[in-house]
């Protein structure tokens, strides 16, 4: 079965410092992967996939087949990092969100 | 990207009542999607809405609790009928956004009905 695992809830950091926020997957097919953030009160909104090998907000992702993960860095951490972040699996149009990681970055 | 506009925002309901929730999205889109995102839960998806045919329902979520309605290509509803209060949840509408280019393709989020059943 499709599945995305975000093994930590809360990652905390201090502004300036790197982050890197885990994300593994199960799914047997091809994967298109994502990362979503929600901003505090805020939509849930497209951060980037991976299929677009993009850098957005100073944030990357590579996906790593052999190790089945999606993991999201940044190399120093800002305050407005801040969000919740979720990873999501995408499988005949539909997407399977991971449990999300909020991220607290702090000053 | 693809405008959603999704109301009510929240709203606060009786047990035994029902609520329809509105998705209207600024561009034709084919699939609208609708998720539930349970307190403290991730997101889970309820049903694909396509127009001019009967929704599609994920495992545990069944038609008579959720009745979908897809009018047009811009339109949808989500009922949540014969509420109580573990229905108490967040509720999002989506569509596939990507203008043929799949290196753009993402999936756009309406901002959500808050659900609270008494």
């Known amino acids: 079965a499709q599945r995305v695992t975000q093994p930590e809830k809360l990652l905390s950091v201090f502004k300036g410092a790197p982050v890197e926020l885990k994300c593994n997957y199960s799914?047997?097919?091809?994967?298109?992967l994502f990362w979503y953030v929600q901003y505090s009160r805020q939509r849930l909104q497209l951060l980037l996939r991976?299929?677009s090998r993009e850098s957005i907000k100073g944030f990357t992702a590579d996906l790593n087949k052999g190790e089945t993960s999606f993991h999201l860095k940044k190399p120093f951490a800002q305050e407005e990092d801040s969000a919740m972040y979720y990873c999501a699996l995408e499988y005949g149009n539909k997407l399977v969100f991971g449990a999300g990681t909020i991220l607290r970055v702090k000053s | 990207s693809a405008v959603i506009s999704q109301k009510p925002s929240r709203d606060i309901c009786q047990r035994g009542t029902s609520l329809t929730i509105q998705c209207q999205v600024d561009s034709q889109v084919t699939m609208m999607f609708w998720y539930r995102q349970q307190p403290g839960q991730s997101l889970t998806l309820i049903a694909t809405a396509n127009q001019g045919s009967e929704a599609t329902y994920e495992s545990g979520f069944v038609i008579d609790k959720f009745p979908i309605s897809r009018p047009n290509l811009t339109f949808s509803t989500l009922t949540v009928s014969n509420m109580s209060p573990e229905d108490s949840s967040i509720y999002l509408c989506?569509?596939?956004?990507?203008?043929?280019?799949?290196?753009?393709?993402?999936?756009?989020f309406g901002s959500g009905t808050r659900l609270t059943v008494v």
């Open positions: 989506s569509v596939e956004d990507w203008a043929g280019d799949l290196r753009r393709k993402g999936y756009t």
């Open positions: 991976h299929i």
């Open positions: 799914y047997s097919g091809s994967p298109e």
